[in-house]
Nanobody, 115 residues
Framework: QVQLVESGGGLVQAGGSLRLSCLAS????????VGWYRQAPGKQRELVAT???????NYADSVKGRFTISRDNAKNTVYLQMNSLKPEDTAVYYC?????????WGKGTLVTVSS
């Protein structure tokens, strides 16, 4: 059974930093593409960043240069380092991967950026 558990969210002032973690179990994590998504109140869920098994990365334009996605396969964990946070980054952040063609999501972690 695939499980994803996010952590690291919280309240931070604009300009601050947070690091989110996503711990995965029940999958061959090292060969899996993992993504971070976010959903702000009243908005659709959107892609933030992805990382491949070879650590190639992709970012939404809105976070390029501020966020960094990375992975530690030995720990089955993907990280999202978020710097220079803005109030518009406020959202619930979700971890996602696909296992044998099926999508899996964590329950999310809330990030609130105050102005």
């Amino acid at each position: 059974q695939v499980q994803l558990v996010e952590s690291g969210g919280g309240l931070v002032q604009a300009g601050g930093s947070l690091r989110l973690s996503c711990l995965a179990s029940g999958t061959i994590f090292s060969i899996t593409v993992v993504g971070w998504y976010r959903q702000a109140p009243g908005k659709q869920r959107e892609l933030v960043a992805t990382i491949t098994s070879g650590s190639s990365t992709n970012y939404a334009d809105s976070v390029k240069g501020r966020f960094t996605i990375s992975r530690d396969n030995a720990k089955n964990t993907v990280y999202l380092q978020m710097n220079s946070l803005k109030p518009e980054d406020t959202a619930v952040y979700y971890c996602h991967l696909t296992h044998f063609g099926l999508p899996y999501w964590g329950k999310g972690t809330l990030v609130t950026v105050s102005s």
